[in-house]
């Protein structure tokens, strides 16, 4: 599955370069300020968020004065944490993650992004502590959440100069990743587990 859609990527930016007029590329690195919403509930603490990473590509397709596309592969780490009185429990998770979108230039430097996203958990962990005998427990993440993740991006980004462009965007996690049917994990069979995060981000085009 993830081969294919790494394959199903590549063609499609073979095929938008084709039409590009202007094509740039850099490299893109930032934070995650990362949460996971859980529905439902139940008797779950409300999360806390987890500080995590980004890192890598961007391939930029001038399509005309206005409308880009714009193609990044991305590291990216997220997760979560639970705290209770007596344990907490995190979720860690890396993921390959893989952008396709519209980049609407407002003005010479102002623009927007809107695209999807297809995230592929490469690794992680279920890391469970227990404050009271002060123990840990970690449990792979591949065992409990799915393998491919789909997400849409929205975001806003500010170019400095023809090199360098700072940039917010915000992730909503669109698929159900409870992969864990038989309750090994932290979560019940019946909850629902979607990523969110906030990227804060810099992107060093070279020219």
């Given amino acids: 599955m993830k081969l294919k859609v790494l ?3 590549a063609l499609l930016a073979i095929s938008v370069t084709a039409f590009a007029q202007d094509v740039e590329f850099g490299v893109k690195g930032g934070l995650n300020f990362s949460s ?10 409300n999360p806390d968020g987890r500080i995590g990473f980004h890192l890598g590509g961007v391939v930029n397709f001038g399509l005309s004065e206005k409308l ?11 997760g979560a944490k639970f705290e209770e009185a007596d344990e907490i429990e995190r979720v860690k998770l890396t993921y390959l993650s893989l952008l396709g979108a519209l980049k609407y230039n407002v003005d010479d430097n102002f623009n927007i992004v809107l695209g999807p996203q297809i995230n592929l ?16 427990e970690s ?8 393998g491919v993740d789909f997400s849409l991006a929205l975001g ?17 996690g669109l698929t159900d990743n409870n992969d864990d049917a038989v309750e090994e994990g932290f979560f019940d069979s019946n ?13 060093f085009f070279f020219n």
């Fill in 156 to 172: 806003i980004g500010y170019k400095i100069d023809d090199s360098i462009e700072l940039g917010a965007r915000y992730n909503i």
């Fill in 7 to 9: 394959a199903l990527f």
């Fill in 68 to 78: 880009d596309v714009q193609a990044e592969l991305l590291l990216n780490t997220l």
């Fill in 139 to 146: 449990l792979d993440a591949n065992n409990f959440y799915k």
């Fill in 36 to 45: 996971i919403n859980v529905d439902p509930q139940e008797d779950l603490p």
């Fill in 191 to 203: 909850q629902a587990l979607k990523n969110r995060y906030l990227q804060l981000s810099a992107i």
């Fill in 121 to 136: 958990l490469t690794g992680g962990e279920f890391e469970e502590e227990d404050k009271i005998e002060n123990s840990k």
